[in-house]
């Protein structure tokens, strides 16, 4: 059976190590501030800024939630990222995703200050990690090289196969994974839904990352004996079992897989945390960078 890699306790660990730059930060008269800017009543949207806001009063980063209707227009969206570009007191903004499709989601995200963008979505983020430049990487990529490094499972010269290749997860984390540099150093495929054998490629990975959102479109039959699976799927199944009536489970047939893989995360508990703890991180590293300017 695969060891489980449990992200919540490799967040915790990560979070002790932000306390303290927190607190140093805090010595200089510098309190992290994070802003996150919420249109409309997505429930899972306001389950997962409740959880962000939760993570930053732990570690004592100052944070506020700009709640917007879902009728907002696109120019007062624009100017309230404007107003919070231009406030010293600010050091991340984060923008809650998806938004209303009146909106562009794209003149959003561009308009975001870049040494504020902790969600490191900003093009001129973007072009920085393409060319390995110090910048603010997307934090469930770096949640997911961090698990792996602190999982002690080694990238150099591996063979790494992603499925899935949104902007937010599969082509950011194959251009982290790819580049010459520790942590990294590896050969990176990148699948997606329109994969013709799919399998072809899966069986082939040393690590296999799942992260297209279908649910449990990855089964055992599909995984290298001995590869290290992480899933980064979030899908909501119908359990009538269950008190709410679903279930969450990953892209990964945890069960098969598990018998496979020599170690694996689980959904939930796997890269969720890490999502939430680089956050925090990009967050600290924006107060400290803003602080010295």
Excluded: W
Excluded at 67 to 84: A, F, G, R
Excluded at 218 to 237: L, S, T
Aim: with cysteine; aromatic share 2%; glycine share 8%.
């Amino acid at each position: 059976m695969a060891a489980i890699i449990d992200g919540r306790q490799i967040a915790e660990e990560i979070k002790l190590d932000l306390k303290k730059d927190v607190e140093q930060l805090r010595n200089l008269n510098c309190v992290p501030n994070l802003v996150v800017v919420l249109v409309g009543k997505d429930p899972a949207s306001q389950i997962y800024v409740r959880m962000k806001t939760k993570a930053a009063l732990a570690l004592r980063i100052s944070s506020e939630t700009i709640d917007l209707p879902t009728d907002v227009t696109q120019e007062q969206l624009l100017k309230t990222i404007d107003s919070l570009n231009k406030d010293n007191n600010v050091h991340g903004i984060l923008v809650q995703l998806p938004l209303p499709a009146h909106i562009d989601e794209k003149a959003v995200i561009n308009s975001i200050a870049p040494a504020k963008d902790v969600d490191g979505f900003h093009p001129v983020n973007r072009g920085k990690l393409q060319t390995g430049e110090d910048t603010f990487l997307p934090c469930t990529p770096l949640g997911i090289q961090q698990m792996l490094a602190r999982s002690e499972i080694d990238t150099n010269g591996k063979h790494v196969v992603i499925v899935g290749r949104s902007n937010i997860v599969g082509l950011p984390l194959a251009t982290m994974l790819v580049q010459k540099q520790a942590g990294a150093n590896a050969t990176v495929t990148v699948c997606h839904t329109g994969t013709v054998g799919l399998d072809n490629h899966t069986k082939n990975a040393d690590i296999l990352i799942a992260a297209a959102g279908r649910a449990g479109m990855i089964a055992g039959p599909m995984i290298k004996e001995g590869a290290v699976v992480i899933d980064v799927g979030v899908n909501r199944v119908d359990d009538p079992s269950s008190d709410k009536g679903y279930r969450i489970v990953g892209d990964v047939e945890f069960e098969s897989a598990s018998i496979v893989a020599s170690a694996i995360t689980p959904v939930p508990g796997g890269v969720g945390p890490m999502t939430i703890a680089m956050l925090m991180f990009n967050t600290v590293k924006a107060a400290r960078q803003l602080s010295q300017a």
